[in-house]
């Protein structure tokens, strides 16, 4: 009776650490996903205000492009 129950011991401790392991390593990956998430979300913010930033100055002077900057015409 004393092996019986000192396999299922084992077989219990088996268990608890392989879903240990498997916790950590889901853990692991939450933390990376929200690392991510965050530097999206960051990335998203930063596009979207250089974005307002561009449409703002567009729509203040439309026409300030400078002349000079522009490359010439094809046929030059």
Excluded: C, I, W
């Excluded at 498997?22 to 998430?37: I, T």
Aim: hydrophobic share 40%.
């Amino acid at each position: 009776m004393s092996n019986e129950l000192e396999h299922r011991l084992v077989e219990l401790e088996t268990r608890v650490s392989f879903q240990e392991h498997a916790l950590g390593e889901l853990s692991d990956a939450l933390a990376a996903a929200r690392d991510e998430e965050a530097r999206n979300a960051l990335l998203l913010h930063r596009a979207l205000e250089e974005l307002k930033q561009l449409r703002g100055a567009l729509s203040a002077n439309p026409m300030s492009a400078d002349p000079a900057a522009e490359p010439p015409p094809p046929h030059y």
